[in-house]
């Protein structure tokens, strides 16, 4: 069901060497993401990150099973602790605003970014931080579930709105929204709310594929202003990568059987997405990063930003773009950070205090940008991947292991996938 996947890294493999992170550079680029992620979908970036990475047991994209251990393993103690606070912090500030009933977890002007953190209140719940802290994270959870179904905005057929104040889908919305369904539903029990995730998905691919543009996905539509024809890369990579949490969750929960057509479905359309996004990836490495009706922008992004938004390797492959060097833009997303020593020397594409560079800008989706704290959260995913994929052998290097790549090099690595980017040396 998933060798595209294994074609998919081959193809990557054969243009690029690869590497990998030290622990120290892993640690500042970790900082710089804690540092900058202040907006709802940067704390459920960060979140899953952190979960990819220091806690796989947690994660969907791993061998274990999903719901995860009730107990947390000692090992394993400290690394959830991130994830726990960013559930905390989220539910504490919600539970100080006195409103009751369905709410988004925080308040927002996207209906569906909020989601993106209920993930981690899940988590907090699950393994009994409620009984730790007094604080109501199942509670929590039920009340932005309620919110999207019951407050937010949906065409005839049931698609929900990414937006507040007017109906309209955002292909980014299906990195929020259904991988909180898909969890919410297997920890909850709850088929019909896990089916829902491959619905949300179903629809959105509906009212957002492209066929004219081979099959690339449109950025905003169905609004009544601010509608983008644009084939944004970081809107089809934020799609894919929603779908690869969701196939994630089901492939491992007691509901895999029962979703079988579901997971071959998911697993099609994001080798879609790949395959109509793989062809603008230029001799250097480099891919459009906005292939846009409404302007004549053509930025060439470094593969390490834009492939992420591409998700075209899928395996988890580091990759080192070593050709090109281009100029990043005055930084007007953070302030002014201590520098890091020599930790990120050597490495083109960061910068001395270790902010991936150049990045688009994510808060002005069509200009190039300095900071983005959602970048960094998909190198900390790509390295996770890359380590899961060596440690299973890195399957599919050779013409002759492709075939048998295991699921868990296609599916587990592929979370990344969608943050396939590049460390450069």
Not at 52 to 69: D, G
Not at 222 to 251: E, F, K, P
């Amino acid at each position: 069901m998933l060798l595209f996947v294994t074609g998919l890294l081959l193809g990557l493999y054969s243009r690029v060497s690869a590497q990998t992170l030290t622990s120290a550079q892993i640690s500042v680029i970790s900082e710089r993401l804690a540092q900058g992620a202040v907006h709802s979908w940067e704390y459920g970036t960060r979140a899953e990150a952190l979960l990819e990475l220091n806690a796989p047991t947690y994660s969907v994209v791993s061998f274990n099973a999903v719901p995860p251990p009730h107990s947390i393993p000692s090992n394993i103690t400290n690394a959830l602790g991130e994830v726990f606070t960013i559930a905390h912090n989220i539910v504490v500030a919600r539970s100080l605003s006195n409103i009751t009933g369905p709410q988004p977890l925080i308040a927002d002007t996207s209906a569906g970014d909020p989601a993106s953190i209920g993930v981690a209140v899940l988590l907090a719940n699950w393994t009994g931080h409620g009984a730790i802290d007094g604080l109501d994270y199942a509670g929590a959870a039920r009340d932005q579930l309620d919110y999207l179904f019951q407050n937010v905005p949906k065409t005839s057929d049931g698609a929900l709105s990414h937006r507040v104040d007017q109906l309209q889908l955002w292909s980014d919305s299906v990195y929020m929204v259904p991988p909180f369904l898909a969890y919410y539903g297997v920890l909850t029990q709850n088929q019909t709310i896990l089916s829902e995730a491959y619905t949300q998905i179903s629809l959105y691919r509906k009212y957002l594929q492209d066929a004219a543009a081979g099959n690339l996905w449109k950025h905003i539509q169905l609004g009544q202003t601010g509608n983008d024809d644009g084939h944004w890369s970081t809107g089809n990579a934020w799609a894919a990568a929603g779908m690869i949490r969701v196939l994630g969750t089901i492939q491992r929960s007691p509901y895999a059987n029962a979703f079988k057509s579901q997971q071959n479905d998911l697993a099609n359309w994001v080798d879609e997405i790949h395959g109509a996004m793989y062809p603008h990836i230029n001799s250097n490495g480099f891919t459009v990063y906005r292939l846009s009706l409404l302007s004549n922008i053509r930025t060439y992004i470094p593969l390490a930003e834009q492939i992420r938004k591409a998700l075209l390797a899928s395996a988890g492959t580091i990759v080192s773009v070593t050709t090109t060097s281009t100029t990043p833009a005055p930084s007007t997303t953070s302030t002014a950070l201590v520098a890091t020593g020599t930790t990120m020397s050597g490495l083109l594409h960061f910068t001395p205090e270790g902010w991936l560079t150049p990045v688009v800008n994510p808060y002005s989706y069509g200009a190039q940008g300095s900071d983005s704290p959602e970048g960094q959260a998909f190198i900390l995913e790509l390295q996770a991947a890359w380590r899961d994929w060596v440690a299973d052998g890195a399957q599919g290097v050779s013409t002759s292991s492709a075939r048998k790549a295991r699921p868990r090099a296609i599916i587990g690595a592929i979370i990344v996938l969608p943050w396939l980017m590049i460390i450069i040396s």
